[in-house]
């Protein structure tokens, strides 16, 4: 048994529709406890969210991933990374834009004196 | 039929098998997360590993500390900076071991982010297969490392912890119960069935430890 194997299942329709019904619902139950969940059931959860945010990324066109991409691990993690620095990229740039807002407000050029 | 229709037999078989052996491991990894125990057979008798409660993990505790004593006690267990320096004496070098795991780390996620932006399958093969020789190497690293190390305070310390989680969990059905395994520690370090003790370690990285 390897980790290969959750994932597959983690991707599953069957468990990828009982996962969004949970999210939504709140009633649905994945396991049978609770309470005191497994290293097995955590990793399972992770896997789960993942793959639901992979399969909203192809419902809205997002380059770079499609089907096949998502049935292969190594290409799964690679565009997982992908996204997380494509992401870290983002704040960077507004953050940027809005430095280059306050230099300029209103459009006015900024005039400075110097000192002697 | 000829040569071609048998190649194509033979290529629909391993296919099916395939997909059969997929599913099976499909329902392994259901049966693992279905709740937290995780039930196996070994020659036909019930046995589960479950998690510890919380009087067992105090227990545990307790183990902890009195081994972490009695280890420093001794003059002949080392701490793991204690070795890494006995190391460096003879030659190998431990820091320079992790700093290569570093490096290949960051030589992967490189190639991985080429990966995730290639979408020619000649591309998208060779990748693959860089990475996976680069995972490869990291692994031995990994492997050499935990080895050499294996004998320190730490790690003598965890593998007691283990042990010891492993002979409070192990359980075996009787008459439709579950009871324990083994009444004391001593019985199960002493237990000779080999597969009954990998598949508890085995089942049991599964429930607490977080590796892959």
Redesign the interface.
Same mark, same amino acid.
């Given at each position: 048994m390897n980790f290969h194997a959750l994932r597959k299942v983690a991707k599953s329709n069957k468990y990828q529709i009982l996962y969004n019904r949970a999210k939504n619902l709140g009633t649905i139950k994945l396991f049978s406890n609770d309470v005191n969940y497994t290293q097995a059931q955590i990793w399972f959860l992770y896997w789960l969210e993942v793959y639901s945010s992979l399969y909203t990324d192809l419902a809205m066109n997002e380059k770079y991933i499609d089907e096949e991409v998502i049935e292969d691990d190594l290409r799964t993690d690679a565009y997982i990374l992908y996204r997380q620095e494509k992401r870290k990229e983002k704040p960077k740039l507004e953050n940027f834009n809005k430095k280059k807002e306050k230099v300029t407000p209103n459009n006015i050029p900024t005039i400075r004196f110097r000192s002697k | 039929m000829n040569n071609e229709q048998k190649k194509e037999k033979v290529q629909v078989a391993n296919e099916a098998l395939k997909a059969l052996q997929?599913w099976e491991?499909?329902l392994?990894?259901?049966n +693992? %997360?279905?709740? =937290?125990t995780i039930k196996f057979k070994v020659k036909d008798v019930d046995y589960r590993v479950r @998690?510890p409660d919380s009087d067992e993990q105090q227990i545990l505790e307790e183990q902890q500390r009195r081994k972490y004593l009695e280890l420093v006690k001794d003059d002949s267990f080392l701490f793991r900076k204690q070795w890494i320096e006995q190391y460096k004496k003879k030659g190998i070098d431990i820091d320079k071991m992790e700093q290569e795991i570093k490096t290949l780390d960051s030589e992967i996620?490189k190639l +991985? +982010?080429k @990966?995730?932006?290639t979408?020619d399958k000649k591309g %998208?093969k060779e990748l693959?297969e860089d990475? =996976?020789k680069l995972r490869d190497k990291q692994y031995q690293i990994v492997i050499e490392k935990t080895n050499l190390l294996g004998y320190s305070i730490e790690d003598q310390l965890q593998i007691h912890v283990n042990s010891y989680t492993a002979f409070l969990v192990l359980e075996k059905k009787v008459e439709n119960k579950w009871i324990k395994c083994f009444e004391k520690y001593e019985d199960f370090m002493n237990c000779k069935d080999v597969e009954l003790i990998n598949q508890t370690f085995?089942f049991l990285n599964? @429930?607490?430890? =977080?590796r892959?």
């Amino acid at each position: 048994m390897n980790f290969h194997a959750l994932r597959k299942v983690a991707k599953s329709n069957k468990y990828q529709i009982l996962y969004n019904r949970a999210k939504n619902l709140g009633t649905i139950k994945l396991f049978s406890n609770d309470v005191n969940y497994t290293q097995a059931q955590i990793w399972f959860l992770y896997w789960l969210e993942v793959y639901s945010s992979l399969y909203t990324d192809l419902a809205m066109n997002e380059k770079y991933i499609d089907e096949e991409v998502i049935e292969d691990d190594l290409r799964t993690d690679a565009y997982i990374l992908y996204r997380q620095e494509k992401r870290k990229e983002k704040p960077k740039l507004e953050n940027f834009n809005k430095k280059k807002e306050k230099v300029t407000p209103n459009n006015i050029p900024t005039i400075r004196f110097r000192s002697k | 039929m000829n040569n071609e229709q048998k190649k194509e037999k033979v290529q629909v078989a391993n296919e099916a098998l395939k997909a059969l052996q997929e599913w099976e491991q499909s329902l392994k990894a259901e049966n +693992l %997360i279905k709740d =937290n125990t995780i039930k196996f057979k070994v020659k036909d008798v019930d046995y589960r590993v479950r @998690l510890p409660d919380s009087d067992e993990q105090q227990i545990l505790e307790e183990q902890q500390r009195r081994k972490y004593l009695e280890l420093v006690k001794d003059d002949s267990f080392l701490f793991r900076k204690q070795w890494i320096e006995q190391y460096k004496k003879k030659g190998i070098d431990i820091d320079k071991m992790e700093q290569e795991i570093k490096t290949l780390d960051s030589e992967i996620k490189k190639l +991985l +982010l080429k @990966l995730a932006q290639t979408q020619d399958k000649k591309g %998208i093969k060779e990748l693959k297969e860089d990475i =996976n020789k680069l995972r490869d190497k990291q692994y031995q690293i990994v492997i050499e490392k935990t080895n050499l190390l294996g004998y320190s305070i730490e790690d003598q310390l965890q593998i007691h912890v283990n042990s010891y989680t492993a002979f409070l969990v192990l359980e075996k059905k009787v008459e439709n119960k579950w009871i324990k395994c083994f009444e004391k520690y001593e019985d199960f370090m002493n237990c000779k069935d080999v597969e009954l003790i990998n598949q508890t370690f085995g089942f049991l990285n599964y @429930l607490v430890y =977080n590796r892959e």
